[in-house]
């Protein structure tokens, strides 16, 4: 593998390496985990280490032409592909992948390598897939030439169709731990003690997040506003409330709302912690003081009985179009303070 990238999910890293070690190589791998949890960098490391020209034991060099260009994002045997919009833009929000696309990667996949031995194949986001793409990318699955390896992306594989799961050698990536994500956040994003541990409690173990927060240029800005309206709207009237949910559902940005539920999750199950002495085992360690009057604000029955409704709620919405309904159930059962 492409030394450096690729933070923990060793045991999948040794599988990949093993694989390109003893040339029993799968024709396609199924990466299948949380949104950010490492999917498309644990996919691309792995092109790189097939596409290197010196690596050794299945570990790219980093420094030949062809990791050059994987690194430029230039190498003509590595083709990308996220969803797109209608205008054939990448849109990994709100995009799919269309028959369009699928046929590219049918006729790219005839082509032989202009480089290597391999042409890659990066699906992202295959959950995001038109019915129509998933059947003409079978055609590839079922027949594909020697020189020919796919990789998708999903966030799991009940999202896509039996036929392409049977086809993918499948790797599930878990959540890491918080340490792993702690030290790698303090080693190689320079992040501050107090950030980097504060970022590990909150990603869930999706580093992409953590990494995307010290990116930006005001970090976590986004999430103190979102906190502050939580604990307004739980102070809100009916009529607020529903105009709130009505507000969410005419978004339909299905990634910032399920952004949003975690969020709101990770709060409520906090002032559960704090609730039950716990509060060391919070996850937002940088408001433990609110955590701790909200713990004695709300009522213990209602914080559980909502932590059962944000998750069938959650359900709900990957799986039903009654987005408006949902959300109004949602935003009404918000616990109130009691006192």
Not at 45 to 58: H, M, V
Not at 93 to 98: A, S, T, V, W, Y
Not at 309 to 323: A, D, F, K, M, P
Request: proline share 4%.
């Amino acid at each position: 593998m492409a030394e450096g990238p690729v933070v923990g999910h060793q045991w999948a890293v040794q599988l990949l390496q093993n694989g390109i070690r003893h040339d029993r190589l799968r024709h396609a791998y199924l990466f299948v985990g949380a949104a950010q949890v490492g999917k498309s960098t644990l996919a691309r490391s792995f092109a790189q280490s097939l596409l290197c020209q010196t690596g050794i034991d299945g570990q790219a060099c980093a420094s030949c032409r062809a990791c050059r260009l994987m690194h430029s994002g230039s190498h003509p045997d590595f083709m990308l592909l996220p969803p797109t919009d209608r205008n054939g833009e990448p849109d990994r929000e709100n995009g799919l992948h269309r028959a369009e696309q699928a046929g590219d990667i049918v006729r790219q996949a005839l082509l032989h390598p202009m480089e290597g031995r391999y042409k890659v194949f990066l699906i992202q986001d295959a959950h995001r897939a038109h019915i129509s793409f998933a059947n003409k990318l079978l055609k590839t699955l079922e027949e594909p030439p020697p020189h020919v390896v796919l990789y998708l992306t999903a966030l799991d594989r009940s999202a896509l169709l039996p036929t392409i799961v049977s086809r993918c050698q499948i790797l599930a990536l878990r959540p890491l731990g918080e340490q792993v994500m702690e030290e790698a956040l303090l080693a190689r994003w320079g992040a501050s003690a107090q950030q980097a541990a504060l970022l590990a409690r909150l990603a869930n173990g999706c580093l992409g997040w953590a990494v995307d927060q010290i990116e930006q240029s005001e970090p976590l800005a986004e999430r103190s506003e979102r906190l502050a309206e939580l604990q307004e709207l739980s102070r809100s009237s009916r009529v607020d409330r529903l105009a709130f949910a009505q507000k969410l559902a005419a978004g339909r940005n299905q990634t910032r709302l399920f952004t949003l539920l975690a969020l709101w999750t990770s709060w409520w199950r906090d002032i559960m912690l704090a609730q039950s002495g716990c509060l060391e085992q919070c996850a937002n360690i940088d408001l433990l003081d609110t955590l701790a009057d909200a713990a004695s604000t709300f009522r213990p029955v209602d914080v559980q009985a909502y932590l059962r409704t944000l998750s069938r709620i959650e359900g709900y919405l990957r799986h039903t179009v009654n987005t408006g309904l949902a959300l109004d159930v949602l935003l009404l059962q918000m616990p109130r303070p009691h006192a």
